[in-house]
Each structure stands twice: as C-alpha cells, then as structure tokens.
C-alpha cells in the first residue's frame, strides 16, 4: 500500500474562507490570520468531480518545493507523479494534538507544485495532490479522534512526523501503526462532512408558477448579497429553483443566467461551460451575457487562450466595462501587468466613477509597482465618489503611514471609527501606528 501522510492547518470544511467559519481554526494553538492565505483551504472542495490537495513543502530536505515521491515507492525515482496513493491529511487541533482529519484515495501525488487556474484571478494557487472527490473523505470535527505520533527521541518514538508537513511512514518501526491507520480508514463507517455533487445538480423543487418573477427577485438578492449567500448548499438551492423555473419556462432568460452562476458558484465549471454552449441559440437576447460568462468558464477551465482571444472579439463588439474587468483580472492573473492596466483604465473611459476598478489600480501601483503616491492617487478617486467607504479609507491609511505621514494617517482612522466605531481593523493599524 503507498501511503503519505500530510500536514495542513486546520479548519472544519477546506472548501474556501469564503464558505469557512467566521472565526479562523487552530494552528499549533494559535489563530491563522484571515490575511494568510493558503492552497490548503481549498482541500475538499470539490472542482469538476476532483479535490486539489496543497501541502506545504518548504521544510523538505532537498530540492526545494519538492515531494519525494521516490519515498512513497522507489521505482518512481525519476518520474514526475506517482498514482493510486492512500494520502492522510493531518491536522494540529487546538490543544496541539496531531489528528487524523480525512484522507484522499486513489490520489496522484505530484512532485512538483501544479498551477491550478480555477480558485480565483488574483492568485496563483497550487495544488500537489490530486483525486476524484468521490474517492476524498473529511471527518467531521468530532470524529476526528486518531492521533498521528510526532517522531521523538528514538527511546521515545523513532517515527512520524518531523518538522516537515510530509511523512512518508517507511521505518519498519512503523509498521504496526499504519496497519492500525489502514484498517480504521477501511472499517470508518462515519459521516464524510466534504460535498460532492453529481446527480444534485439536476434536480428541482416545488414552486408555485404563478409567482416565478417573485422566486427570481429572491434568487437575485441571495446571489448579489455576499453576507446572505456564503454557504454551497444555498448555491444547490439557487440551482434546484432555477432548474424548476426552466422545466416550467424553458426560455426564462433570468433563471438561466442564475443557473450558470450558481454551477460556477459551485465549481462545476465544465458543465456550465456546457450549457453556455448549448443553448447559445435559445437565449440570443442574453448573448452577450452567455459569452461574457462563457469567457470567464474558459479561463476557469484553463483555456486561457481561448478566454482571452473570446473576450477581445466581445469588447470590440460591446463597450462593456463587465468584459474589460474579465480581461484586466485574467492579465492580473498571468502577472501581465501592463496589460491589466490598460483595461482597467478602459473601464474607467467609460465609467469614471466605477470604484472596483480604482481599488485594482491602486492595487497594483501598491503591491506590484511599490509607487505608494500613485496608489494613493486611486484612492483618493474613490474617496472622492463615496467619502464613507472604509476599505479606501484603511489603505488609505495605510498607505499614508507607509509615506511617513504619520499624523495624516492618524486623522483618516479617526474619521473612519466615526463611521464604523467597532471596526477592529482601524484599531488595530491605530495601536501599530502610535507605537512606530
């Protein structure tokens, strides 16, 4: 039996922050930060059928970045993956005791980082592990109960896990214990809490037809209202509802464009893309939106070629600011730069006041160009439309402080805890600035 063991942060569900408990999980009896973003997150999630595993190798002995897998089984010394591997993922709770958390099986384990597309533009997030999601199994946090050694002092413990988050579990001392881990994951008989989603995507609920407009408002105000809509099941709902107002209105341009969200909201990429496709031709007065959708599913997909090349031709039909913030985030995305600018600046010919667009500017000229006068500049451009946005205000001083303006700096935060007076963050950046 191949067998890894991996080590991960841990968290309750591994599908994205964005779907996470509000309060960050333990790891090694201290909070993650809600900046510290990490390919872990996203273990059991699953995207098109598959979960992408991230572990962090960076204290592998070695060639950097590196899994060994030539320590999983040595005939695969020279190659680049290795398959059909039982991976057990392993997580530090709160009182500092490694647990066993889930397991993937039949998983490929990648020696090197691969560049998975699909999270989100901004980032570049790896992955180097790899299985069908029907095959990955998450415990729930209660029956996460089997404790993985850590290795010790060979009088002590001679195996398990070292500084590293890998352990390939080949000492012969180890023997008993991953018989005793192979045959608890073969007999677990308990609740796996990770989704997978097949058949679900096709089914419907009972709705009144008179009311179908009423159903749809409802549906945009889920869909369009983060704080309301964080939870992939109110996604499934959103699909099941759409699908229902499609059997019973086939050309229900409304329902439709909600279906295509709610299959990308839930990462079924490849079926949305599908649907895009095929009824193209149904819905030619949504055109533009199907295509502008469509774009993105490539890019999602991994097409990015495609995306881009779509894309373009659209924004030379349409003078749409929607299909130029597609194009500036899949430029971002590939670290074009330049490129990125120029979209986000055709937004703004078009739409001056349009604040996403300020926000990634001043984005880029911060982070990317290290020019903290111009990112400022950007800022002030969104202050200037909505003098009570508190995000702008925060970088704003942020950005300020980074100038040395320490006092001005000071004077936004002030500003800014009359607006929101229980923002933690303003207080927080305030206690860091008068103790420089």
């Known amino acids: 039996m191949r067998i890894l063991f991996c080590r991960v942060t841990w968290m309750e569900k591994y599908i994205g922050r964005e779907f996470e408990e509000d309060e960050m999980p333990y790891t090694g009896g201290k909070y993650m930060s809600k900046d510290n973003i990490g390919g872990e997150e996203w273990n059991f999630l699953d995207v098109d059928g598959y979960c992408y595993g991230f572990v962090d190798t960076k204290f592998n002995k070695g060639r950097k970045n590196a899994l060994h897998i030539e320590r999983i089984d040595e005939s695969f010394k020279n190659l680049s993956e290795i398959n059909n591997v039982l991976v057990v993922w392993v997580s530090k709770n709160k009182y500092g005791k490694q647990k066993i958390i889930g397991w993937y099986k039949n998983a490929t384990v990648y020696r090197e980082y691969q560049l998975n597309p699909i999270r989100y533009y901004g980032f570049n997030y790896d992955y180097n592990i790899v299985a069908k999601a029907e095959d990955c199994t998450l415990l729930p946090i209660e029956e996460r109960t089997f404790e993985v050694p850590v290795a010790m002092n060979k009088k002590v413990k001679d195996f398990g896990f070292g500084q590293a988050n890998v352990w390939y579990a080949n000492e012969k001392s180890a023997k008993k214990f991953i018989d005793s881990v192979l045959e608890y994951i073969e007999n677990y008989k308990g ?16 709705i009144d037809e008179t009311k179908i407009d009423d159903i749809l408002d409802e549906i945009d105000s889920l869909i369009y209202d983060d704080k309301d809509l964080k939870k992939q099941e109110d996604y ?19 329902a439709f464009l909600y279906k295509l969200y709610s299959l990308m909201s839930l990462y079924k990429i490849k079926k949305a893309i599908k649907e895009c496709e095929n009824n193209l031709s149904l819905f030619q007065d949504i055109r533009f939106e199907i295509e502008n959708i469509l774009g993105v599913l490539d890019f999602l997909n991994d097409n990015i070629d495609k995306a881009i090349k779509n894309l373009k031709n659209l924004a030379n039909e349409y003078k749409r600011s929607e299909i130029y913030l597609n194009l500036a985030n899949i430029y971002e995305y590939l ?25 990634r500017m001043a984005s880029l000229e911060y982070e990317v160009k290290g020019n903290y006068k111009k990112a400022l500049h950007y800022i002030d451009k969104i202050v200037e439309i909505e003098n009570q ?14 100038l040395g303006k320490k006092e001005e700096a000071l004077k936004i935060i002030n500003q800014a805890l009359e607006i929101d007076s229980n923002n933690t963050y303003f207080e927080e950046l305030k206690k860091n600035i008068e103790v420089q």
């Open 191 to 206: 609740k796996r809490i990770n989704k997978v989603y097949t058949e679900e995507l096709e089914d419907m609920v009972e």
């Open 236 to 254: 499934l709902k959103c699909l099941k509802v759409c699908n229902s107002v499609l059997k019973i209105d086939p050309k229900n341009e409304r």
């Open 335 to 359: 670290k074009d730069y330049d490129k990125a600018k120029i979209w986000y600046e055709k937004i703004l010919e078009i739409d001056d006041k349009n604040i996403e667009a300020y926000f």
């Open 389 to 402: 946005n508190v995000h702008a205000l925060y970088i704003k001083a942020w950005i300020l402080n980074d």
